[in-house]
């Protein structure tokens, strides 16, 4: 399942590029009212849309894609859209298909970066007979009333992509849908692509000559391939990062400010029940209290190094029941008292304008939350 075997996507993770909307705004000619309409569908608007660091989720793009299929009145939109999107639609990854040896490792980096290219498929390829078969298989549990959108968009967006690899000279020689359709349909569907159409097969592929795998591609670079490669593996991890459950769950828990959130309070935020977060976390081999652990850590030694904060305050603010438990906690958790530790890494900055005692804190708290505030995205 690809990516989602490391990190759990939900429906409503901002996670896929725009790249497919701009290619429906071009196919739909719309202006824009029309594209405002159907961008507020999935609660998007204009300027995100023109923002190439923009992201949106699978809701999003069902939704606004709906919107268009209606406003055009092609259910078949997903083809043209398809038709759009070529290796330059998809930044680095593209360059990294396009530079590489042969199809068969392009269809590896594929397969690898496939969300980098918004793909909502698995791509396995099989080679009997002298024939080819690039299989998709949904990977994220599509809803079975849109899979048929879904489908044929990403079929023609890999048919695009093997045309754009190959050259003009490649052809495949059928697509096999495992969706049904009217017979109306299943015509328009094979004239839209331009080749043989099965529907209701057992699974999806891409049918083509198996000669093509190990062909030699034409804008083969060795070295430039390399490169691109790094580089979406570095945007992948950043995905992997920024959206593993336990990364959104620590940084709720650190943006909580006065009051660190409970585990109800994060599964609200989260839309999921307490039961549901406490076993994903689980699966991921973690929990809510260990990660409470690591963002007390994290904020008692930013607030040890760059705040005046006794350690009665910092006690306070991190839900502490008393300074002597957190003492022993940072203890543990540095081999060092409060005290010591920002004595040893500061130079004793703050270790003497303030005691240890109360006094102090409803004067520095106000400062330490805008200070927490500032910076909770470099915390994360």
Known sequence: MGLSETTPITFDDKIFSTAEILAAVSVTASDERQVSECLAAGG????????????ISLNQHAQIHAAF???????????????RLHLTSYGI????????ATLREALVVASQFGLLMNLKMALQVTDVDDIARLELSDQYGLNDAQKGFWYYLEISKLITLLQDVLGLGFKCQGVDLSIDASAEEQANVSASLGVEVRFN??????RFAAHWLDSNLAQANSITHANCKVTCQTQIRDIIQKYDLSHQVQNLLLSSGHCIASLSDIAERLHLSPRTLRRRLD????????????????????YLLNTPMTTEAISEQLNYSDAANFRHAFKRWTGRSPREYRVLNNGGKYALRFGQGKSGVAQIQHSSAVWADKSMAAIG
Request: charged share 20%; glycine share 6%; hydrophobic share 40%.
């Open 283 to 302: 699966a991921l081999g973690t929990s809510y209290n260990s990660l409470l652990v690591e963002v007390r850590k994290k904020l008692a030694i930013r």
């Open 93 to 100: 990854a593209g360059f990294a298909l396009l530079s590489s």
């Open 69 to 83: 299929n209606q406003h055009a009145n092609n259910p078949l939109l997903g083809l043209e859209v398809g038709k």
């Open 201 to 206: 097969c057992r699974r999806t592929a891409i």
């Open 44 to 55: 998007m608007t204009l300027s995100e849309l023109s923002n190439p660091l923009s992201r």
